[in-house]
């Protein structure tokens, strides 16, 4: 499993940062920071647990944002997932991956405050690979949150489908289909408000309509 590649979340940013930050408020354009740069917030992240558009299904979504606080401690991505026996099967699948390559630790800050005083952010939507999971580019997550966009990630393959015995994702037309469906229900979710109104974490985010990639 492939949480992190090094160089693929430092080329993301580089061009998300030119399509999406765009200009400033007063109209002056605004140089993009360097892919290697840390922004200036504090990346946060929260999970959400919506309907989806098809009945009797559900979506675990996590959201990256720039957060209020400081600077996170570090926890190992095993708090991802919520139930021990998941956080278990998660921890041992990276412990025996090839050293150096996913990242062990997370560096966002669970539930914290969203900061306030921003405006409308950037929204970019994060589609995970086949039968992976929302947060297996969390680092490029986290990054994109430090410098003010909002990055939401829903598991479409349902719960863990990397691990041995999941049921995980076949590779076909209706599954693309679900995919663009779970995507738009949060893109209209976030556009709207209601997605943010889940958690009191996100209390004052909001998405600018604008600037959605």
């Known amino acids: 499993m492939s949480l992190h590649r090094p160089h693929a979340p430092l080329i993301g940013l ?17 140089r993009p920071a360097g892919g290697a740069v ?9 999970t959400l647990v919506l309907e989806a558009s098809t009945p009797g299904r559900t979506l675990t979504v996590e959201v990256w944002y720039p957060g209020e606080g400081g600077a996170a401690l570090g926890a190992s991505v095993g708090e991802f997932e ?10 041992a699948l990276l412990q025996s991956a090839q050293p150096g390559c996913p990242t062990l630790v997370t560096q966002a800050t669970r539930d914290a405050p969203a900061v306030q005083s921003l405006g409308d952010r950037p929204l970019v939507m994060f589609s995970h690979c086949y039968n992976c999971g929302r947060y297996s580019s969390f680092s490029l997550a986290e990054r994109l949150a430090s410098h003010g966009m909002i990055v939401v990630a829903p598991d479409h393959a349902g719960p863990m489908p990397f691990a041995e ?49």
């Open 14 to 30: 580089l061009l998300l940062s030119v399509i999406l930050v765009g200009c400033s408020q007063d109209g002056e354009p605004v």
């Open 38 to 46: 840390p922004g200036p917030h504090v990346p946060a992240h929260t």
């Open 82 to 91: 919520a139930s021990p026996q998941a956080r278990a099967t998660l921890e």
């Open 165 to 213: 015995g999941s049921e995980g994702e076949t590779l076909d037309v209706e599954q693309l289909e679900q995919r663009v469906d779970d995507l738009r229900r949060l893109i209209t979710a976030a556009l709207d408000g209601s997605l943010f109104g889940l958690s009191s974490s996100l209390e004052g985010l909001s998405a600018d309509p604008q600037r959605v990639g």
